[in-house]
């Protein structure tokens, strides 16, 4: 099950552990990723607040965490490759938090709704 929040964030989750990263529409709009700043293991996000940030050649966005949870890994192979988010934004998670209320899922946009969002932000 992947969801989404509007600031175009996602959340894969597998049990209670959440793969947290960007959607390929973000990615696409970002162009060339060339750093991601991101917090540390043991580190807590907050649903709805940032969490880090992510550098293109074209802009910097915040990053907003899609549920609560403590970090229980940082995709290191981002620090020396940030463009591994524009290859495959899905597959190169940024952060895996252990979720602390799984009910935040709720929340969020399915893939229906996200790519109902992508569509109108294109006109």
Not at 110 to 118: F, I, Q, R, S, V
Request: hydrophobic share 45%; glycine share 6%.
């Amino acid at each position: 099950m992947i969801k989404y929040l509007p600031s175009h964030e996602y959340v894969k989750v597998d049990g209670n552990i959440a793969y947290i990263g960007i959607s390929p529409y973000a990615a696409a709009q970002l162009g060339n990723v060339v750093y991601v700043d991101m917090p540390e293991e043991g580190d807590d996000v907050v649903a709805g607040e940032d969490f880090g940030a992510i550098e293109s050649v074209k802009a910097a966005s915040d990053l907003f965490a899609p549920v609560s949870g403590a970090v229980i890994e940082a995709n290191e192979h981002l620090i020396d490759n940030p463009r591994l988010i524009n290859e495959d934004p899905l597959a190169n998670w940024i952060i895996k938090v252990e979720m602390s209320n799984p009910a935040e899922l709720d929340n969020l946009l399915d893939e229906e709704a996200y790519a109902a969002l992508c569509a109108s932000e294109k006109h």
